[in-house]
């Protein structure tokens, strides 16, 4: 179990870094080996480590291309990650982290590594060359991933106290509260946050770095049997 989070602030402006790293602390908890604070223009990425797989040096993260080009936070992780290299072909190979495997793929075949990905994840890839940062999260829901729009900014992390933590505003949501009052839990993107919500399992949320549009949609739908 690591933590992920991070944000897009508005175009031409830096994200702040003490929200970052107040983010970071929220998700302590979540990582004990590592922490990685990264700011790449307008955009924020924050990760907590759990080590588990290739707990060297090599699996730190945020964690970029060679070139530069990608940039990824991720939590999870992804049980074809050898196979997938595999498929990738010879490369040269930084160290043997499920991270640096889903790195590659998606700068192989962006979002259409997705569905090619056997496992538990919930990660935020930034696309430099298309100006997005890609938000997912696996089949079934099982890593959390949370947005929230504050002061323009658009934040995500791996539990809402981090969203707290960096500023988002702590308002309940009533009607989601009640909900969750009568039958135990908030169905669909709704929290108990107001102004929060959940990626769903199996969507894709690209955002718009020069506009901060946010595009969502889902990369896997289950088979009707």
């Not at 290299?85 to 997705?114: I, K, M, N, Q, Y």
């Amino acid at each position: 179990m690591c933590g992920i989070a991070g944000c897009v602030a508005p175009a031409g402006s830096e994200p702040d870094r003490e929200r970052l790293a107040r983010a970071a602390a929220a998700l302590a908890h979540r990582g004990p080996d590592d922490e990685g604070i990264e700011v790449i223009g307008n955009v924020g990425l924050v990760h907590r480590r759990l080590a588990i797989v290739d707990p060297g040096p090599a699996g730190h993260a945020p964690m970029a291309t060679r070139s530069g080009d990608w940039w990824l936070t991720y939590n999870g992780e992804v049980f074809n990650h050898l196979a997938l290299r595999g498929e990738l072909g010879p490369r040269e190979w930084r160290g043997g982290s499920d991270t640096e495997t889903v790195l590659v793929a998606l700068e192989a075949w962006g979002e259409g590594a997705l569905p090619r990905f056997n496992g538990l994840f919930a990660l935020a890839a930034l696309d430099r060359p298309r100006g997005r940062l890609l938000l997912a999260r696996d089949r079934f829901g099982v890593k959390p991933l949370y947005l929230a729009e504050h002061e323009g900014t658009l934040w995500f992390a791996s539990e809402l106290k981090a969203l707290l933590a960096a500023g988002v505003p702590r308002r309940p949501a009533r009607a989601a509260l009640a909900h969750a009052a009568r039958i135990g839990w908030v169905n669909g993107e709704a929290t108990h946050l107001e102004g929060a919500r959940k990626l769903l399992p199996g969507h894709l949320a690209s955002v718009d770095l020069a506009t901060g549009r946010v595009e969502q949609r889902a990369f896997y739908e289950p088979v009707e049997m």
